[in-house]
């Protein structure tokens, strides 16, 4: 059984002795006036008891110690405590445990009263009894240093220790200022007593010692003594027993000699010193002693779990991006330098909109259809459609340090600026964005253009002039996938089967500033390298270098019938005494209309019933809509796709964007060549069906787009029937005789000259 500690809080003395009230001696008494003392009587008092050299060999004269005991400011300031931070998912699950400090503030009615008292007694018993400065114990010192002819016993009290932790805290994690602040010189002496003194003469003796077990490092990374307990006995300082709060307090002297993991025998000795100090002081029963020195350590250690590597279920990535956000927007502080002391000043509980359930579901996707050995890796990114909330932030590689086991921090879902890499070309998943562009300024969804197997580049509009294809050789045209692609096409058809030259031609015809506007509006200004966007044409095919998290949110305005919100990984802040911290919010603003959004909903619906997602249908048969895209040479992929409740980019390719996806296996399965269907389409179909099972099917609004006629057979002898009648009608503004509208600059294909970076390579299906 476990001694019983004393169930009284109050420190010792005369019960009615108010708190900040000092009892003793004439002798005790003097030391409340200290600060009156001639300062080489101070110097001597010093030198004889704090086991320091003599004034002469530091070059100090008395005269020169009254000036700089003069000199000190007397406004001396204690640091808020730097605290661990936790950060949590949408469901309150702890994510990761972040800090400078592993330590939790605690009041005194929160420690247990054993805690303080045995701190107390091991480490400066008459502190209850004495000033700033015990002159009882600075003679004790000096006549034991005399006797022993060392300067092995120092007299500072409680409050001196204090104010030389307080320095260290300021010190921070600078190596060199905590050696100044833990440098042991009679000005540094000089300073801490003087800054005692002045804390004597504003805190009660209580408020002292509480400041004391809050700041103490006990080994271990653990700071205070509630961090203490959770180190060595995973439980509150509240419920310790006699021999657990023996065994903390008597670390503080030497944390690394008495470490109890590493040296379990000196800290059993130890503990036992402060046992005996309780039992002499009265402050336990000797029945009580007799018993806590014969209980084991008990230790029930946990080792220091610190920032994002300790993340559950690949969460880390997700936890990074929580962290590069605190860091870098606005409302958590004006300048970087604010918002870096508030994350490492720490003590916040960070809620997050991260479901765990979904971030299950994703990670469960990357890693099953991708092996962390395999020379490619993926990445998906879950959001909410209409609220801007990241739900998920998974990818294949595990979140860590160690390349030997595949690890990495760079996070392949965001830009580089919020700790990813620099991105990866989109392929034809861009496509959608200027199918919206086109349909907001009016084009029809039943739109067809002749679409031929190859074209050269036509000259295009841009927002500040007109672009011309000055490349030479095969970089001057862009050609279809396949051989049999050739038009004329509509948008549905085109869509579906993913005709580049049919959005060539659409977007010469609409424009690239028309193009670029409507991207902007989605939120994407640069590349995720931070690039700017650059006017040319082969961004409709995916040659922008983008994350899967801007992905991801472009194919969640779709899903919100054309809202668009910034996205949002923090729904609430609060401190460790509960107050709030004001987040982020998610703006959001109409990027097109909602019948823009429901005739583009409609096109994207068809990819996956008749296109090339038709084979990724969810395992409840709910609608789902999307965009395959495989970048040149197959170096990435993409399967876009959402419900309207819920919207995910998938990539796949190499991390650093070198891989050609043909002749490859990945996850166990050999690939002639990766497509978006292929290779990122699985991977979306299995993290969607878990994500979504269970929860109600929602349909999407659509329009009635109806399927262009049958082309007519290319080795019939007759000609086609020209089209009359609605067919005629819908041919104004136009249309010639085939059924597709000729945009202007098509015939003769494109002119101009020079490689104004812009041509690029066709993105696949």
Known sequence: MAPKRPMASQRPGNPG?????????????????????????????????????AVGALGLTAKNTAESFANIPDDFKTPALSQATQIFDAKGGLIAKVYERDRTVLTAEQMAPVMRQAQVDIEDARFYEHG??????????????????????????????????????????????????????LGRKIQELKYAIKLEEDLTKDQILTNYLNITFYGHQAYGVEAASQRYFSKTNKDLTVPEAAMLAGLVQNPSAYDPVRFPEAALKRRNVVIDKLLENKHITADQA????????????????????????????????????????????????????????GGLNIYTTLDPDKQAAAQNAVTKKVKVTDPVSAAATMMEPGSGKILAMAQTRPYGLDPNKNQTVVNLNVDASMGGGNGFQTGSTFKPILAAAALESGMPPTQAFPSENRIDYPSMTTCAGTWKNNAKGKDRSVGNESASEVGPYELKEAMAKSVNTYFVQMEQQVGLCAMKQMANKLGISQTAKGDPFVEVPSMVLGTLELSPLTMANVYATFAARGKYCTPVAISKITTVDGKDVPVPQSTCSQAFSEGTADALNTVLLNVTEKGTGAALQLDDGRKIAGKTGTTDKKKAAWFNGYTPQL???????????????????????????????SGPGPIWQMAMNQALAGSPKQDFVTINIPDPAPKPDPNATAPATPPSGDAAANAAGGMIGGGFTLPPGIIGGGNGNGNNGGNGKPGGH
């Open 17 to 53: 002795t108010p708190s900040g009230e000092h009892r003793g001696s004439p002798l005790d008494k003097a030391g409340l006036g200290i600060k009156f003392l001639g300062v080489s009587v101070l110097s001597g008092v010093l030198l004889a008891g704090m086991a320091l050299p």
């Open 290 to 345: 007799k018993e806590a020195k014969a209980a084991p350590l008990g230790l029930k250690y946990k080792d220091p779990q610190n920032g994002c590597i300790t993340a559950n279920a690949g969460m880390g990535f997700f936890c990074d991006y929580v962290r590069h956000v605190v860091k870098q927007d606005p409302t958590f502080g004006k300048s970087a330098a604010e918002r870096k002391k508030l994350w490492d000043q």
């Open 647 to 677: 919207a995910t980019a998938v990539w796949l390719g190499g991390p650093a964007g070198g891989v050609e996806m043909n002749n490859i296996t990945i996850g166990g399965h050999y690939f002639d060549t990766v497509f978006g269907a």
């Open 132 to 185: 700033a400065v015990d002159l009882k114990g600075v003679l004790r010192a000096a006549s034991k240093n005399a006797e022993s002819g060392t300067t092995a016993q120092g007299a500072s009290t409680l409050t001196q220790q204090y104010v030389k932790n307080v320095n260290v805290e300021k010190a921070g994690d600078d190596v060199a200022a905590v050696q100044e602040a833990q440098r042991k010189t």
